[in-house]
């Protein structure tokens, strides 16, 4: 007969046993389930790594197809453009500015006829950060001065452009002031009325700031929409024993005045406004600012029209630049184009206009950076510069 010990051993052996057992059936169960989960789990996976391929293949093959299309639409393109075409107005080329110009000419008047002619003249020109990336810009700043092509905004005939040819048709030739008002092909001068009113012009380069080019030497007024810039090449864009008519190389002696000097109360009167523009200034002191006014006003600014109408003794009265622009859009409909302080100009048309005092009794003003530059020119074109104000 077993003693209580050998029960006692055989009750341990066997719940030993039935742990075990419990123990190792656990562990088959967890890894079992273990084991159902990652095979589900895999199964979604591979089905989800379908599904991406799937849509790999797919958005592939529309971007094959998208791609094929705009090549045949490119070839279309330029298969059109490349067939001889009677009807020019037919074809067009959509553009936009890529930039702005913020100029230190606030009005065409007093704009230099051509570039460089005012060394100090600044603009900032302000590239569309949605059009133009600032990478675009990089590497500009390696070059001294570069092309500008840019838009006439301020032709007081763009509603042309949006009418047919047969309703409105483009002046063949304009007036020009060193020629005494001898008309001359449009194509052979610079002037803003054109077919198609684009300008061109050089500027230096005064720095590269993000999506903003400081030039200096500008011939732009304020606002100026662009549409291209290039660098300038001195190899080939500089051209050795280029010629001119003969009317051309006299134009700038003509202009030229005797001398140019700043009243008494000068400088009081552009210290009291320049703590209102200062912070907008593309000018670092107003020193620098009196300057520019100096080199503006060596060049006579008038328009043709106010160099050559006669003269009669009367009161002192004040030349009015909008006065000259509704003139202007008179003289534009008769088929006289002018650009107001450019190279070409209006002249008088059968006495239309009216006379004036004498021109040492005749206020003008030049409006720059939104300042009011008022000055007299006597008929030896000795310039005095009296006062400035907020325009």
């Keep these: 007969m077993a003693g209580p010990k050998s029960q006692w051993f055989s009750f ?26 990652l095979i589900s789990i895999n199964g979604e996976v591979s089905k989800r790594i379908e599904e991406l391929e799937a849509s790999l293949k797919d958005a592939l093959e529309n971007c094959a197809a998208e791609r094929k299309g705009r090549i045949r639409a490119q070839q279309a393109l330029r298969e059109t453009l490349r067939k001889p075409n009677d009807k020019i107005e037919s074809t067009s080329y959509p553009m936009a500015p890529i930039a702005v110009v913020h100029s230190c000419f606030s009005t065409r008047n007093g704009t230099p006829r051509q570039p460089l002619l005012v060394p100090l003249a600044k603009a900032s020109l302000i590239c569309d950060p949605t059009r133009v990336p600032q990478a675009s810009l990089e590497g500009l700043e390696g070059y001294s001065h570069c092309w500008v092509i840019y838009v006439f905004h301020l032709n007081t005939d763009l509603d042309k452009l949006w ?18 008002g001898e008309r001359i092909g449009v194509f052979a001068t610079r002037s803003p009325h054109r077919p198609c009113p684009i300008g061109l012009t050089v500027a230096k380069v005064e720095a590269v700031h993000g999506n903003t080019v400081l030039l200096s030497g500008v011939d732009l007024v304020d606002g100026t929409p662009v549409l291209d810039i ?9 051209i050795q024993g280029a010629t001119v008519p003969g009317w051309v190389k006299i134009v700038d002696n003509v202009l030229a005045v005797a001398s140019v000097n700043f009243s008494e109360g000068f400088s009081s009167s552009l210290m009291d406004c320049w703590t209102l523009v200062e912070k907008k200034s593309l000018y670092a002191y107003p020193d620098e600012f009196q300057s520019l006014i100096r080199q503006v006003l060596s060049w006579d600014i008038r328009s043709m029209s106010q160099r050559s109408r006669p003269h009669q003794p009367s009161g002192r009265i004040e030349a009015q630049t909008k006065n000259d622009e509704n003139v202007e859009k008179i003289l534009n409909d008769s088929g006289i184009a002018e650009q107001s302080c450019q190279e070409y100009e209006a ?7 009216v006379s004036s005092p004498p021109t040492s009794d005749v206020v003008y003003h030049l409006i720059l950076e939104g300042l009011d530059v008022s000055y007299t020119i006597d008929s030896n074109s000795n310039v005095l510069v009296e006062k400035v104000t907020v325009a």
């Design 12 to 37: 341990s052996l066997t719940l030993a046993f039935v742990l075990s057992a419990s123990t190792a059936s656990a562990i088959s169960l967890y890894l079992w389930s273990r084991k159902s989960k």
């Design 163 to 180: 009418k047919h040819h047969s309703q409105s048709k483009i002046k063949a030739k304009v007036r020009v002031p060193s020629l005494n």
């Design 230 to 238: 290039k660098p300038y090449l001195p190899y080939c864009d500089n």
């Design 347 to 353: 002249l008088e048309n059968e006495g239309e206009l």
